[in-house]
């Protein structure tokens, strides 16, 4: 199989390409992840995942990878896009918010083909049922940290999970990366995983 560049700095994202037995070189973009407030979150994050593709393909420019893959997640609640909380007081506002109803995550995968100098997007809405928390609840996670660098300052796949009695959709995506999408892209693109 070819290597891909995985356009990346996170340990999730890196499980699931070690996972799925894709030989894949990490290489964060450290894009500006500021995006417009008119977008929908659909929008904002496809927007996010191929900037981050664009942005390697600047800085690797005359080298260019048969194969870039980026994705992006953000939450969205009352029509708010929330990403990463800046601070512990961001992300308690956040949950509160969260706490006794269902929310929107909605995760992007860019995949870059460099035969055909194409970029490819999927987008992969889900729905996440949040217990009605306490405040002594939220300040027991706040103290995990795990709402460091997350959009909607949660982690499915850490200690969050004892407050979510339901999902709808896919866990992957939740977590940061849709495989089932991301494998139906790699086939339709020529990628030469899986049976054939």
């Not at 009605?132 to 200690?159: C, F, H, K, N, P």
Request: contains cysteine.
């Amino acid at each position: 199989m070819e290597p891909v560049i995985l356009a990346s700095g996170s340990p999730r994202r890196k499980e699931y390409f070690h996972l799925l037995g894709i030989p894949f070189t990490m290489m964060p973009s450290n894009i500006d992840e500021r995006f417009d407030e008119n977008l929908s979150p659909e929008e904002a994050a496809t927007s996010l995942a191929r900037r981050k593709v664009e942005r390697l393909l600047e800085l690797l420019r005359g080298r260019l990878p048969p194969w870039i893959c980026a994705a992006d997640t953000v939450v969205a609640v009352d029509g708010d896009i929330l990403g990463k909380p800046a601070d512990r007081a961001e992300a308690a506002i956040m949950l509160g918010r969260l706490r006794g109803r269902e929310h929107a995550v909605v995760t992007a995968v860019a995949l870059y083909n460099g035969r055909e100098k194409h970029i490819d997007t999927r987008v992969v809405m889900s729905a996440v049922t949040f217990a009605e928390l306490s405040d002594g609840e939220i300040e027991w996670y706040l103290d995990t940290g795990e709402w460091q660098g997350v959009a909607g300052a949660y982690r499915i796949q850490g200690r969050a999970a004892c407050f979510i009695p339901a999902i709808r959709g896919s866990y992957s995506s939740i977590v940061g990366l849709p495989l089932a999408e991301l494998y139906a892209m790699l086939r339709e693109n020529g990628y030469a995983y899986g049976a054939q």
